[in-house]
C-alpha cells in the first residue's frame, strides 16, 4: 500500500476491491491495516458483462453484499478501526433502495455499475469481454472505435428531468 501511495507522491487514493465472501470482515480489517483509503466490497450479484462468464464460475462464491457490508462495519468498529478506512458498496446496487440499505447498513458510498451502463443504451448480454461482438456494440469496451460513439453527457441529458436539465 505503502509503495502505491508513494508511487504517486501520496496524491491518489488506495482503494482495493475484494468479493464479498464469507470471511469479507477479516480480509477488510486486514486492508485497513495496511493504509489503504477505501475497501471496495463487491457482492455477487453484480456483474456487467464485461468479464467472461469463466470468471464467475471459477472465481466467484460470495454472500450478499448487505451481510457483507454489515460485517465488516461492525468489524471494524469493533478493532477501533472504522474511522481509518471507507467503505464502499458494489455488486447488485441497481436503485435508490439498494443505496439506502447499503448506507444504513454502514456503507461510506457505493459503486452503480450496471444500472449505469443500462442508461447509456447497455442491453446487457454479457458479451463486452469480447470486443465488439455485442448487438450494440459494446459499451465497457475498451475498443476506441467503439467508446467513441457514446456520448455520456446526452445521456445525462435526456434522463433528467426537462427543468433540471443541463441545456435548460
Known amino acids: 500500500m505503502r509503495s502505491l501511495k508513494e508511487a504517486t ?22 486492508i485497513a491495516r495496511s493504509s489503504a483509503d477505501a475497501v471496495v466490497i463487491d457482492g455477487f450479484r453484480g456483474g456487467t458483462g464485461t468479464a467472461p462468464p469463466r470468471v464467475f464460475r471459477d472465481h466467484v462464491g460470495g454472500i450478499p453484499i448487505e451481510a457483507a457490508i454489515a460485517a465488516v462495519d461492525a468489524k471494524l468498529s469493533e478493532q477501533g478501526i472504522r474511522n481509518e478506512v471507507s467503505v464502499i458498496a458494489s455488486g447488485g446496487i441497481r436503485d435508490s433502495a439498494d443505496v439506502t440499505k447499503a448506507i444504513a ?19 446487457v448480454c454479457g458479451s463486452c469481454y469480447r470486443g465488439g461482438l455485442c448487438p450494440w456494440g459494446g459499451i465497457a469496451t475498451q475498443r476506441e472505435d467503439l467508446t467513441a460513439r457514446i456520448d455520456p453527457r446526452y445521456h445525462v441529458q435526456e434522463r433528467l428531468e426537462p427543468d433540471t436539465r443541463l441545456d435548460a
Request: aromatic share 8%; with cysteine.
Open 9 to 30: 507522491e501520496w496524491k491518489k487514493p488506495v482503494f482495493v476491491k475484494i468479493a464479498a465472501v464469507h470471511n469479507v470482515a477479516a480480509i477488510a480489517a486486514g
Open 105 to 123: 447498513l454502514g456503507a461510506d458510498s457505493v459503486y452503480i455499475g450496471t444500472a449505469a451502463l443500462v442508461s447509456l443504451g447497455c442491453r
